[in-house]
């Protein structure tokens, strides 16, 4: 901890891009006198959360730092049993206060939990913790559990830079149903109350609901004539999944791995963001063969444990849940409704301006804050520099002198997009007249809609307001950016450098530049 304290400490030199800090509770809290009253137990908590955000805060000086705080093993045995809370200096006590008040801390300060706590209520400290290990090296994680923890501190990193799964992809017939829809009709289906087979199925449906209400997408991949797959959706009185539910439903006599791709597609996610939950062995392990990118869980005989078996995998961790990741259902059926009247448009423009679009934009706020932090850290493959901030860095971006901010709302017709781009534009020097674009992303949902265009108009006319005469922007290739590597060039920037790691640099002169016609409608909101 003392190089934590030294800006010019190893640690500090190393460029750490995660810390995680994992404290026993004898170190955090010493050996409490379990006799203390309420007023010293309370003055214990909060110094060991003052001393936490201590650590936190001089861990992330370094720009860009993933900081992750364990919460604390609960390894204290009981005093008084059933009542413990009673006993304010008792060590199980003070634990459980710690990790509550660390989390409300976390919350505030953009730090990740690795709720350890958790983990143990549900499967048991001797899962965990050996005190003979304990006592005679010091070791609070069981050798037994050391992979499992490395897994979760990997979910987490994952979380943090928009790695986790998207799309949960869903069999029908003895997935989310007992029986065979086709053979067995609507009457014949096994769901809900009545039998333990039939609760089990409605058990998992729940679960996915659940998923689905927190941002997860639903799809249905199904072999299955499509009128039969709808049926129970729309008439079975039992089923807890309805029609609008599911973002996208395939459902035909040919091969799952094609089918998954075609909602891949639909979706305008990567294979890389589905899990596909089947109960026959022999489609998932063809899924697996055809398509290793698509994460296939070996789910269980029994359908009672389906839910477990997908929540245990960590497929769908997340840092935060923001309001757009609840209206992402909504979402992706609205972008299947553009698409088919895409297709049976006669010309673009004709489209474009049927669509009635509304490009709604504004500096970063504390609003927007999460949904900004998520796009940025998520976001890979209509990003310009994949750059990474947490909350705090940008928090400091919308109160540094000369930064230009834009947040992008996309509406329409069909509904609201939600917060679908992002830029931050820096001043290189001050009184340079240059506005260097350090980050310009967005959502691949809304490509092909002239939202570029409309965004280039805006950034040039804010550019304009803070004095810049010249816009500078930056392309770093990644190996999912390339959509965007001729980006600058279709706006109407000039090349001025080129890199050996394929980066390129882009200028633009404010004064010489056209706005683009487009149908889309710009509107300020905000303050």
């Not at 010019?8 to 995660?18: D, I, P, R």
């Not at 965004?455 to 004095?467: E, F, P, S």
Request: a negative charge; glycine letters at 8%.
């Amino acid at each position: 901890m003392q190089e934590l304290n030294e800006l010019e400490s190893a640690f500090h030199a190393f460029g750490a891009n995660v810390v995680l800090f994992s404290f026993d509770a004898r170190t955090l809290l010493g050996q409490p006198d379990s006799g203390m009253d309420a007023a010293a137990a309370d003055a214990l908590v909060e110094h060991t959360i003052d001393m936490l955000r201590g650590l936190w805060r001089r861990a992330a000086h370094s720009s860009g730092v993933h900081v992750i705080q364990q919460a604390v093993l609960p390894i204290a045995l009981p005093l008084i049993g059933n009542n413990e809370h009673r006993l304010p200096g008792s060590l199980r006590t003070l634990i459980d206060r710690v990790n509550q008040r660390m989390r409300a801390a976390a919350d505030e300060d953009g730090v990740d939990i690795l709720a350890l706590d958790a983990r143990v209520a549900e499967d048991g400290l001797t899962a965990w913790h050996d005190p003979m290990l304990w006592h005679r090296a010091k070791q609070e994680i069981s050798p037994a559990a050391g992979p499992f923890y490395g897994e979760l501190v990997a979910r987490l990193i994952a979380a943090r830079r928009g790695r986790s799964y998207k799309c949960l992809v869903l069999d029908l017939d003895n997935t989310l149903w007992g029986g065979v829809i086709g053979d067995d009709g609507l009457a014949g289906i096994v769901i809900g109350q009545g039998s333990a087979l039939g609760e089990a199925h409605a058990s998992f449906q729940r679960y996915a609901k659940d998923l689905s209400r927190r941002g997860i997408i639903l799809a249905v991949c199904s072999k299955n004539d499509e009128h039969n797959a709808w049926e129970p959706f729309d008439q079975h009185p039992e089923m807890v999944l309805k029609r609008a539910d599911i973002a996208c439903l395939v459902a035909n006599w040919e091969d799952k791995a094609s089918n998954l791709r075609r909602i891949a597609q639909a979706l305008n996610i990567g294979l890389d963001a589905l899990v596909f939950a089947d109960d026959n062995p022999f489609e998932r392990n063809i899924v697996r063969r055809e398509l290793p990118m698509v994460a296939v869980p070996e789910l269980p005989a029994d359908p009672a444990l389906y839910d477990r078996c997908i929540a245990d995998a960590g497929y769908f961790e997340s840092i935060g849940v923001t309001s757009e990741d609840r209206e992402r259902t909504a979402q992706y059926q609205g972008n299947l409704q553009r698409e088919a009247l895409r297709s049976a448009a006669t010309d673009l423009a004709g489209y474009l301006a049927s669509l009635e679009m509304r490009l709604e934009w504004q500096p970063f706020d504390l609003i927007g804050l999460q949904r900004i932090t998520q796009l940025i850290n998520k976001t890979n493959q209509f990003n310009l520099t994949t750059r990474r901030y947490t909350d705090a860095e940008v928090t400091a971006a919308m109160q540094e002198k000369g930064v230009v901010t834009l947040q992008l709302r996309l509406t329409d017709r069909y509904g609201d997009n939600g917060i679908i781009g992002i830029v931050i534009a820096r001043p290189r020097e001050p009184g340079s007249g240059e506005l260097f674009i350090d980050t310009w992303l967005m959502s691949c949902r809304v490509l092909g809609r002239q939202v570029e265009q409309a965004t280039m108009n805006l950034l040039v006319a804010r550019a304009r307001d803070a004095g810049a005469r010249t816009l500078i922007g930056e392309y770093r290739a990644t190996a999912k950016n390339g959509m965007v590597r001729e980006h600058y060039q279709k706006l109407g920037f000039t090349r001025i450098a080129e890199h050996e790691d394929e980066r390129t640099m882009w200028r633009c002169v404010t004064a010489e530049f056209t706005p683009f016609q487009t149908h889309i409608e710009p509107v300020r909101t905000g303050s």
